[in-house]
Structures are given as C-alpha cells and as structure tokens.
C-alpha cells in the first residue's frame, strides 16, 4: 500500500505555470505507475498525465499534450506534473494516484491508491 499527498497547487493568471507535487510513502514507489487526474466542478475525474515505473514512458490527454509534463524521481519517492500555458479551462482539483501495473492507464478504475487532490484555479 502507498500513501500519497500532493502540493503545489494555486491561482494563477492563464498563460502562467504551476509545479505539482506528490510525495509518496509506504510501500516501493518506483513498483508504480503513476497518474494526475483532475476534476472540475459539475463534471466528472479525468485523465491528464501518467507515467510508468522506469519513467521510460510518459502519456498525455490530447487537452494537455505539449503544454504539461509528467516527470518522477523514484530516488525522493515523488511524481511531478509541470503545467505550463495555463487556461481557465485547467481549473480543477488535480490528484495523482498510484497503480500496481507496469503500463499506463488512462481510466481512474485502474488506479488503486489516490492524494486528497490540490486546487489549481486559473483566472483569465
């Protein structure tokens, strides 16, 4: 079992960058692979970044792709997300989790283990 936090989160003007955070603890980090998913109000968890446990593979939401970066340091046991060229529309609450396979998966079914999310607002 793994227990994740995340940190970083904020408000910034769009076109601005923030740096999440998740710390992990518990059980071996780098036995995962990890994703952010995020949740806007009025709508449902969706997918945004993962990575995989060798950090040889990264995938993205199109919505996303070029603008934000997953990364993971398996030696100070956090993963990272690098959200720059913010929009209004990346507001949300955005949470990493944690899954037991080798492969990225894009559906929050197949994480096991989530943080309590951290704010990311957005103004225009």
């Known amino acids: 079992q793994v227990q994740l936090v995340e940190s970083g989160g904020g408000l910034v003007q769009a076109g601005g960058s923030l740096r999440l955070s998740c710390a992990a603890s518990g059980r071996t980090f780098s036995s995962y692979t990890m994703g952010w998913f995020r949740q806007a109000p009025g709508k449902e968890r969706e997918f945004v970044a993962c990575i995989r446990r060798s950090a040889t593979n990264t995938y993205y939401a199109d919505s996303v792709k070029g603008r934000f970066t997953i990364s993971r340091d398996n030696v100070k046991n956090t993963v990272y997300l690098q959200m720059n060229s913010l929009k209004p529309e990346d507001t949300a609450v955005y949470s990493c989790?944690?899954?037991?396979?080798?492969?990225?998966?894009?559906?929050?079914?197949?994480?096991?283990?989530w943080g309590q999310g951290t704010q990311v607002t957005v103004s225009s």
């Open positions: 989790a944690a899954r037991d396979g080798s492969n990225c998966a894009t559906s929050r079914y197949e994480y096991a283990y």
